[in-house]
């Protein structure tokens, strides 16, 4: 009996010793200094550069910083009642109510083409702000890092491919399908 007591006791003591190896304060300063290294120029980071090269006045700057703000607001408006949506759609789907959730995806596409669409006045309003100059500047850029303007469609078109070679991606809440049923129960 004192074995196993003091066995116990030992194992005990073991895990608190990994448990306060892992909890182990992490430096707090971390962050700061990624954020103070984010905002320096750095030559691995060409959208940065080419903000640089634009030389925007002030006034252009507070301009695109409202714009962003506004794109900020809107985007995440339409997001969330993407999101909210695609629950319904879910509740449709359990409840067989096929129809319903026909008109509901056609409202959630609605809601992604109305998405697109602020992102292009978001940029439209930008381009609108530039010299012929920094226009110039900003094509050139664009040019020469073909990634840059076009890196979201490329990780969606990757994101796409990736869910459609899965045969059942129900589980992986990327492709916003997630907890969607898919064996359908048909009451006869």
Do not use: Y
Request: positive net charge.
């Amino acid at each position: 009996m004192k074995k196993l007591m003091l066995l116990t006791l030992c194992l005990l003591l073991f895990c608190s010793v990994l448990l306060a190896q892992a909890d182990t304060p992490k430096d707090k300063a971390a962050p700061k200094a990624k954020t103070e290294e984010l905002k320096k120029a750095n030559p691995e980071r060409p959208m940065q550069k080419c903000l640089e090269d634009l030389k925007l006045t002030d006034a252009q700057k507070k301009k695109w910083e409202e714009l962003k703000t506004s794109f900020e607001k809107t985007k995440n408006t339409l997001q969330a009642e993407i999101k909210n949506l695609k629950i319904d759609l879910r509740t449709a789907l359990k409840n067989e109510n096929f129809q319903n959730a026909k008109e509901l995806n056609k409202q959630i596409a609605a809601k992604r083409n109305a998405l697109d669409d602020a992102k292009v006045d978001f940029l439209a309003a930008r381009m609108k702000e530039l010299t012929s100059e920094q226009k110039a500047t900003l094509k050139k850029h664009l040019e020469q890092c073909p990634n840059c303007h076009n890196a979201p469609m490329q990780n969606k078109k990757a994101m796409q491919m990736r869910h459609s070679e899965k045969e059942n991606c129900n589980n992986c809440r990327e492709c916003g399908s997630a907890d969607m049923p898919t064996k359908i129960n048909i009451r006869k």
